[in-house]
Nanobody, 124 residues
Framework: QVQLEESGGGSVQAGGSLRLSCAASGHSTQYCMGWFRQEPGKEREGVAGIGSTGDVIYADSVKGRFTISRDDDKNILYLEMNSLKPEDTAMYYC???????????????????WGQGTQVTVSS
């Protein structure tokens, strides 16, 4: 069993930056992981994913602004978010599953483990 806990959310002005962290407990080394976000009343959407050997994938809406990375020694997944826009406002979730080359940015049964989320609010 893997437990995930997000942190690092907050309120920033447009153009600002935040770094989200997702601490994983349990056996999560080389797990496939991803970041998702959800606004109230909308479907959860994929933001970024990282495969077990480090390949990454981004949603078009965040390419060039967000960077996903992982520290396997500390079992922490990161999402560096720069040039934030009001439309980035959402609850952000991290997710994990076993070994994979590159995760799809599709929320659902692919990911076995989910965190509780951390809120990001970007004001104009």
């Amino acid at each position: 069993q893997v437990q995930l806990e997000e942190s690092g959310g907050g309120s920033v002005q447009a153009g600002g930056s935040l770094r989200l962290s997702c601490a994983a407990s349990g056996h999560s080394t080389q797990y496939c992981m991803g970041w998702f976000r959800q606004e109230p009343g909308k479907e959860r959407e994929g933001v970024a994913g990282i495969g077990s050997t480090g390949d990454v994938i981004y949603a078009d809406s965040v390419k060039g602004r967000f960077t996903i990375s992982r520290d396997d020694d500390k079992n922490i997944l990161y999402l560096e978010m720069n040039s934030l826009k009001p439309e980035d406002t959402a609850m952000y979730y991290c997710a994990a599953r076993g070994y994979c080359n590159l995760p799809p940015l599709v929320p659902g049964s692919f990911f076995a483990f989910w965190g509780q989320g951390t809120q990001v609010t970007v004001s104009s």
